[in-house]
């Protein structure tokens, strides 16, 4: 590990301080590391992560966010403001993937922690549903390969058996035989993605919802990424299925406000074509000796300040606020795009629109990872086949910036060719680039992968 982060200029605490420190001095010290690190992104030069980047907005988040900072939102007879904001966002994100459709039932939603907050919740309401509702006992769920990684958490930590579908080599898109195949009594439901992390590419979801109706199984589309950033493309004419309410077997969607909905982190929305499915993983203890207990998600106590200021976003940008951002994201990755595709060394892999993954016939693309690093550009790697992906925010629409992504890619590719014969320095891993660990044994991953987790939190030595 590199050494511990600014010990060359910040004091280590390595015990609680007997005594304060000074207000004035503790801000300028989070003022230096803030401002250092946001120029790691400022430049535009770095997937997906900050999804708004206007710091204007960001004040103004965060002022919404102190008013309500210190209140518990469990104690909602203190605080009826955050019932107000919590369902407003809910209808807003209702509203915005077309609840309008929904009949028969009653929707209703939940605001989380974040996309994996999100789909744990979709996995645990499924699997308390069925067993409620069809006494299922040993329950799986099917996702396309290419569907987040928060889908095998959430199974894994709820005991829920998961069936991982191949997708299309060509299209990137779950393979609904395989799918069809692979429900079946104990299947609590099916997952479709709109759209993956990986390639930006949506699963066909009214054919997946068509699987769902057949077997009376659940249909959870996660648009974590998309499902706030999508519905505007439709609205501005970009070629994007549909994947929201208006797919009669669509069950449940999430959409994250952390992301294009650009709120504070630490908030997604989970929403519900029947709120009876998300009602079955409400939590009651109704005997405890410290008093009735309930809570309407995993979480127990929660900041006020996320469920204004995530409130206050969605109010302050309105449908045309997140029209107006959509159109620059989606011209921009149509640009970076048509960069790509001029070279006929590199491929883009499926039919994405605003995330887009390439990839190389002719060399390894850890070689342009590589070149483009050394420009300041940050990817995500993936693997199998090796790739890089771009997901377009807010950042990259800054004027020039589509320009020097097609100048620098050129001398990339100039790059890879050259040394093509060599090993590259960079590999894929989740949250970052890393050195090249693809080809090495499963065990020996996980230990480099703990030491960096460890690393993440190591103490300071001495
Ligand atoms: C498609 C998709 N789903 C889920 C997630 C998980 O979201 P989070 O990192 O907020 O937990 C992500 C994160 O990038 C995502 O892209």
Redesign the pocket.
């Known amino acids: 590990m590199a050494g511990f982060p600014y010990a060359d200029r910040f004091e280590i605490n390595r015990q609680l301080p007997e005594h304060g420190t000074p207000r004035e001095e503790i801000l300028a010290m989070l003022e230096t590391m803030a401002k250092e690190e946001d120029a790691t992104w400022e430049t535009g030069k770095c997937s997906?992560t900050m999804y708004c980047g206007d710091h204007d907005h960001y004040r103004f988040l965060n002022e919404a966010f102190a008013k309500f900072a210190h209140v518990n939102v469990l104690q909602r007879d203190m605080c009826p403001s955050a019932t107000k904001f919590e369902a407003e966002i809910i209808a807003m994100t209702l509203d915005l993937l077309h609840g309008e459709a929904i009949d028969g039932s009653e929707a209703g939603g939940l605001v989380t922690s974040?996309?994996?907050?999100s789909?744990a919740h979709a996995v645990l309401s499924y699997r308390e549903y069925a067993a409620a509702e069809r006494g299922v006992t040993r329950p799986n769920i099917v996702k396309p390969e290419t569907a987040?990684p928060?889908f095998d958490k959430a199974a894994h930590l709820f005991g829920v058996e998961v069936r991982t579908a191949p997708v299309d080599p060509v299209s990137l898109r779950a393979d609904v035989t395989w799918v069809d195949e692979h429900v079946d009594e104990n299947t609590v439901c099916i997952i479709g993605?709109a759209?993956?992390?990986g390639y930006g590419t949506i699963d066909p979801i009214e054919e997946l919802a068509e699987v769902a109706l057949a077997h009376g199984t659940g249909l959870h589309v996660?648009g974590?990424?998309g499902g706030w950033l999508l519905p505007f493309g439709q609205e501005l004419g970009y070629d994007v299925p549909l994947f929201d309410f208006r797919v009669r077997g669509v069950t449940s969607i999430s959409a994250?406000t952390?992301?294009y909905g650009y709120a504070l982190k630490g908030t997604?929305v989970i929403v519900f074509r029947d709120k009876a499915v998300r009602n079955a993983q409400y939590f009651f203890n109704t005997d405890w000796t410290g008093g009735k207990y309930c809570s309407p998600g995993m979480d127990g106590s929660r900041s006020g300040g996320l469920i204004a200021a995530t409130w206050a976003a969605m109010v302050s940008l309105g449908r045309d606020g997140y029209r107006r951002y959509a159109e620059a994201i989606f011209a921009t990755a149509a640009a970076m795009q048509a960069a790509v595709r001029s070279h006929a060394e590199l491929r883009v892999l499926g039919s994405p629109t605003f995330l887009f993954s390439f990839t190389s016939d002719e060399f390894d693309i850890y070689h342009v990872n590589d070149f483009m690093r050394t420009r300041g550009w940050r990817f995500n790697g993936q693997q199998y086949p090796n790739a890089i992906h771009m997901a377009v925010t807010r950042p990259q629409t800054q004027p020039g910036l589509a320009e020097s992504f097609a100048a620098d890619l050129a001398q990339a590719v100039d790059y890879a060719r050259e040394h093509k014969d060599e090993t590259p320095a960079s590999g894929a891993i989740y949250g970052g680039v890393a050195g090249g660990m693809t080809d090495e044994a499963d065990s020996f991953i996980r230990m480099v992968m703990t030491d960096m987790l460890d690393s993440q939190s190591a103490l300071p030595e001495g």
């Open positions: 997906g974040g996309g994996s907050g789909i987040h928060a993605s759209c993956n992390y996660d974590c990424l994250d952390h992301k997604s």
